[in-house]
């Protein structure tokens, strides 16, 4: 990674980097639908998080890899591959689509391309929302500065504990995590040993200016979910739209409820509850949530 780059990209007006389930998806559909955003037809386009992960990767890595970002890369491009077998006409009258579909599938993903991946003129703000970015080192998102110097950065957070089971759901439910084999336990052992929500949001707020860098709680969001979208649009100097609402109020993927062991239960309150501490000095307020978590 080049220290000095010349490229950026200064027409990227926005940066949703809030880890996964904190409501990024909510935030996308809510966004994407919005005359004055133009957001990627690929949602996630993880870009800095592959940079940093899995740099140099070529089209062939991504054919034939098989890291969870490779799958989907695969699937997005045989969804288009068969949409456009589908509806040919469709597809050749939408030429500013299709040169985008290309430019995603085949092309190497470097510096370039993530400046090309967002056309001038499109929308009067232009963006994307990654939630891998959250957690990125310091480096990478110094590298996202460079790059994306005016961005916006809207940071979404979820009490660690409810945050952290919404994930075990998912795995339980998938069938590659057990709560009676350690496999929960060991999970869990790794996020609080790698996952500062105090650190990270620390570092976005020394990488950024201020005011470009909020912090929204998805707590808020379950309250209220138009105000929530009120609140992102003033952040982005975007006037609320009426349509939006219907959207606001739609539940975006769901899980199931599963109880918690009182051993989990101790070892999420205990492996976060300095961090939470910091992350209330660092902003002076957390959710009332944070407190006796869900």
């Known amino acids: 990674m080049a220290l000095n780059n010349p490229i ?6 926005l940066l949703g980097v809030g880890p996964e389930k904190t409501g990024t998806t909510w935030i996308h559909n809510v966004l994407e639908g919005h005359p004055d955003v133009w957001l990627p037809p690929c949602k996630e386009l993880s870009f800095f998080w592959q940079d940093f992960a899995f740099p ?15 799958k989907r890369h695969r699937d997005y491009a045989k969804y288009r ?25 085949v092309t190497t993903h470097d510096d370039q391309w993530y400046r090309d991946a ?61 709560v009676d084999d350690g496999s929960v336990d060991a999970f869990l052992d790794e996020k609080i040993a790698e996952n500062s929500f105090a650190r990270s949001a620390k570092l976005w707020l020394d990488t950024f200016p201020k005011d470009q860098v909020k912090i929204f709680f998805y707590e808020d969001l379950q309250r209220d979910p138009w105000s929530f979208y009120c609140a992102i649009c003033e952040f982005l100097a975007l006037e609320p739209q009426a349509s939006a609402r219907e959207t606001s109020e739609r539940r975006v993927n769901a899980g199931r409820a599963m109880d918690q062991p009182e051993r989990l239960q101790r070892k999420m309150a205990d492996g976060w509850r300095e961090d939470k501490e910091a992350l209330r000095a660092l902003l002076g307020r957390l959710p009332e949530e944070w407190s006796t978590p869900v």
């Open 118 to 178: 967002f056309p001038t003129g499109a929308a009067r703000l232009t963006g994307e929302i990654s939630p891998q970015y959250f957690f990125l080192p310091t480096e990478q998102i110094k590298k996202i500065f460079r790059l994306c110097p005016n961005a916006k950065i809207i940071i979404t957070l979820r009490e660690p504990s409810a945050w952290i089971w919404s994930f075990v759901r998912m795995l339980v439910k998938k069938g590659e995590m057990d």
């Open 81 to 105: 591959f068969k949409h456009a077998m589908r509806y040919p006409r469709s597809a050749l009258r939408d030429m500013d689509r299709l040169k985008w579909d290309l430019h995603h599938i």
């Open 8 to 13: 950026t990209a200064p027409h990227v007006g």
């Open 56 to 70: 140099d990767e070529t089209f062939f890595d991504r054919l034939t890899k098989n890291e969870w970002h490779h």
